[in-house]
């Protein structure tokens, strides 16, 4: 399994509130990524990372932000959350390695479930 | 408008038939292709993957084909258990210079699998 975990696992939430995911890997891989997965939609990305500080937007990253201050952690945060942000929230790791078509594969953390009431 | 596109939401194998799930894409600038299983309250995880250069990939009972000129892939089972009830989703990558993307995955929607005794 890769060392990913995501906290929280489960958490119910207010709108209007802001809300913190965090992602902690400990394989030192480079990058990092936020999706969500929705019926009818499979995975989207939200925002994802490709070092330190250097972060980028996704597919849907309206009303999220994110930030990477150390390898290991990706934070995703909804500042105030809806009732469309009621979701599963996975985060991903990716180690590009040496040659072409290496490190393409991506591995997922076991997900945060995000209520919004 | 979506590149990657699993057009068959569910599909119910008889165990020890074979389960073939189709995936098509619409860009020919991706270059690497991935399946990945997931189960219920858990997160996704990898399960075979194929280069633009290559048209099968085989790991043991799963195979994974791609016709490039139609712009489809297929992954077989065989044969197919009930373990491998699960949804499975279709991912591709662009090639390190598609847009800025730093070669991040698109994802279809995925089909379910159910796999009867």
């Known amino acids: 399994d890769a060392g990913i975990t995501q906290s929280p696992r489960h958490k119910v939430t207010e709108t209007g509130t802001p809300v913190t995911l965090r992602c902690h890997q400990t394989e030192n891989h480079r990058y990092m990524y936020w999706y969500r997965q929705d019926p009818g939609h499979g995975l989207r990305l939200i925002h994802y990372s490709y070092g330190v500080k250097d972060t980028d937007k996704g597919e849907v990253s309206d009303g999220y932000s994110v930030s990477r201050s150390k390898t290991e952690d990706f934070l995703l945060t909804l500042e105030s959350a809806t009732s469309s942000q009621t979701s599963v929230y996975f985060c991903?790791?990716?180690?590009?390695?040496?040659?072409?078509?290496?490190?393409?594969?991506?591995?997922f953390g076991e997900g945060s479930w995000l209520t919004v009431v | 408008d979506q590149q990657v596109k699993q057009n068959s939401p569910s599909l119910s194998v008889q165990e020890g038939r074979i389960s073939i799930l189709n995936c098509d894409y619409t860009n020919s600038m991706f270059d690497y292709f991935l399946w990945y299983k997931k189960y219920p309250a858990e997160g996704p995880t990898f399960l075979i993957s194929i280069s633009s250069i290559k048209d099968k990939n085989e790991d043991g009972r799963f195979t994974v084909f791609l016709n490039k000129s139609a712009k489809h892939l297929s992954l077989h089972i065989v044969p197919s258990q009930p373990g491998d009830s699960a949804v499975y989703f279709c991912a591709a990558r662009g090639t390190m210079n598609y847009g800025g993307s730093q070669g991040n995955l698109i994802f279809g929607k995925g089909t379910k699998l159910s796999v009867k005794p």
């Open positions: 991903a790791i990716r180690n590009p390695g040496q040659g072409t078509f290496s490190g393409n594969t991506i591995y």
